[in-house]
């Protein structure tokens, strides 16, 4: 976990600036001002698999994505081609995104689906930082958060300011960590973040300990449609893309194949 332990460690000097620039107080004061939240929970809860759709320039595996076009523009593309959801990167260091572009992106006038903090979230403020820009939906990750009681508590937190968290798992024991703390939401990752390595099978064996009633995701690592629905009839209601969608040549038809629009529409013309 050498690079999860790298980001976390200069996540918290991060925080610690940002509480300082600006104390949880100022940003509970302007929580009444931020937009109001939309439904991450139900936008996944529809039928079908729901495509959470990545926003990052950049990441630790992967280095820069060729992509040109700015953050609004391509949740624009997102919202238009089928996506459910869109996550975008917070962390700047090593994704290059940014709590201004989950900002721009949030309060953009053309984006009408929720909205997800993708951070490394160790501290409270982050949660209430999300909020105040606009933020539908955060990411917990059991593994930077490390205990019970305090995951139990963010998620209270969380859903105390109308969001829902994706709480995010590497391990069938991060999972019922996540399902004991009160997940509503449990993500698989299926990138080892120490080799980097993507396992999409071991997702499946994480996707049987978690009991009906809790949504499931699969993260990282899908690299065509074909992935998408292999992930729905193992049972995920979703799944988390960035890289696939970020390096395809035609973004629109590779949003539309992970949305499923284009099996759809094949159907339909049978
Ligand atoms: O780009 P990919 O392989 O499609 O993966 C997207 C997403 O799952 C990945 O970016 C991710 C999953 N969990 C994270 C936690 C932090 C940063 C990034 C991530």
Do not use: W
């Amino acid at each position: 976990m050498f690079m999860l332990n790298e980001i976390i460690a200069n996540k918290r000097l991060e925080v610690e600036d940002k509480k300082r620039l600006r104390p949880l107080e100022d940003l509970q004061g302007k929580l009444r001002e931020a937009r109001p939240v939309r439904d991450f929970y139900h936008a996944l809860n529809l039928p079908g698999i729901s495509l959470i759709a990545e926003i990052k320039k950049k990441s630790p595996s992967k280095g820069e994505f060729p992509v040109q076009i700015a953050a609004a523009e391509l949740a624009h593309l997102y919202c238009q081609n089928g996506a459910r959801a869109i996550s975008v990167l917070a962390d700047e260091k090593f994704f290059g995104g940014g709590a201004h572009v989950v900002e721009r992106v949030a309060n953009d006038p053309g984006v009408h689906l929720p909205v997800m903090y993708k951070e490394f979230i160790i501290d409270p403020y982050q949660i209430y930082e999300a909020r105040s820009i606009g933020a539908d939906a955060v990411l917990l990750i059991v593994r930077s958060i490390g205990d019970k009681g305090t995951l139990a508590e963010m998620i209270g937190t969380v859903h105390n300011l109308g969001m829902q968290a994706l709480v995010e798992c590497f391990t069938a024991d991060d999972a019922a960590i996540a399902v004991e703390a009160g997940a509503r939401i449990i993500g698989v990752n299926n990138r080892d973040l120490q080799t980097f390595e993507v396992d999409l099978k071991r997702s499946e064996e994480i996707r049987s300990v978690i009991p009906e009633g809790a949504l499931t995701v699969s993260e990282s690592g899908l690299k065509t449609p074909a992935d998408a629905l292999e992930a729905q009839q193992r049972g995920f209601d979703a799944i988390l893309v960035g890289e696939a969608l970020l390096k395809s040549e035609d973004l629109t038809k590779s949003i539309r194949g992970f949305a499923g629009l284009e099996i759809a529409e094949q159907q339909s013309n049978r």
